[in-house]
């Protein structure tokens, strides 16, 4: 005797390719990081202040601004992503035959 099946169910979806945004702060920071050890060591060092002190002062401001541009630049690019998606049909389909592999 055949079983039953219920008939498969289809449904409309949003495909979009979306950005993950850790990554975007995690880069935006090194950027900053690296722009601060160009800025603290390039420049003339004066007499009064460590150049590592410095580094250290500009590291932590530029740091956060290049995690804030890294945030900005991963919400321009999701918002350019909303406008590429694109619409597809899926259905779910049960399966034929039924599990038995039951672990203990």
């Not at 099946?5 to 975007?24: C, G, I």
Request: hydrophobic share 50%; net charge neutral; proline share 10%.
């Amino acid at each position: 005797m055949p079983s039953e099946q219920p008939p498969a169910e289809r449904r409309e979806v949003n495909v979009r390719r979306a950005p993950k945004y850790v990554p975007f702060l995690i880069l935006g920071a090194l950027v900053g990081i690296a722009a601060a050890a160009v800025v603290a060591y390039a420049v003339p060092a004066n007499p009064s202040f460590d150049a590592g002190a410095v580094f250290g002062f500009f590291m932590v401001l530029f740091a956060g601004g290049g995690a804030i541009l890294g945030a900005v630049l991963a919400l321009v690019l999701d918002r350019r992503s909303i406008r590429r998606q694109q619409r597809a049909v899926v259905e779910a389909v049960p399966d034929s035959e039924p599990d038995t592999d039951l672990q203990p």
